[in-house]
């Protein structure tokens, strides 16, 4: 069965950069995609960045463009998160998970849509 496990979290101040790390086991091939999402409190759950171990697209979503880069170790199974020039606003638990229905970026759906999650990492960013 498919696990992902998050790490790297963390809290740092406005400005501070974390690395998440998101490992991966359990795929039967390499024709999936892992992507990471973010919960605010009270806010529903957003969908950040992805990548695909399949076409190696990559997606990254206009809020974070520019601070955030995903990346992936094929060798280790392993996604990265690398997040630069934090704010308060990305306080939140982030969360890999993957649809295995979507092996690449390029059609990447919503939360609703995944079959498997981590169970999150908590980043605090303070002003």
């Known amino acids: 069965e498919v696990q992902l496990v998050e790490s790297g979290g963390g809290s740092v101040q406005a400005g501070g950069s974390l690395r998440l790390s998101c490992a991966a086991s359990?795929?039967?091939?390499?024709?999936?995609?892992i992507g990471w999402f973010r919960q605010a409190p009270g806010k529903e759950r957003e969908g950040v960045s992805c990548?695909?171990?399949?076409?190696?697209?990559?997606y990254v979503v206009d809020s974070v463009k520019g601070r955030f880069t995903v990346t992936s170790d094929n060798a280790k199974n392993t996604v990265y998160l690398q997040m630069n020039t934090l704010k308060p606003e990305d306080t939140a638990v982030y969360y890999c998970?993957?649809?295995?229905?979507?092996?690449?970026?390029?059609?990447?759906?919503?939360?609703?849509?995944?079959?498997?999650w981590g169970k999150g990492t908590l980043v605090t960013v303070s002003s």
């Open positions: 998970a993957t649809d295995l229905s979507i092996p690449t970026c390029m059609l990447w759906r919503g939360p609703d849509h995944m079959d498997y």
């Open positions: 359990g795929f039967n091939s390499d024709n999936y995609a």
């Open positions: 990548i695909s171990r399949s076409d190696g697209s990559i």
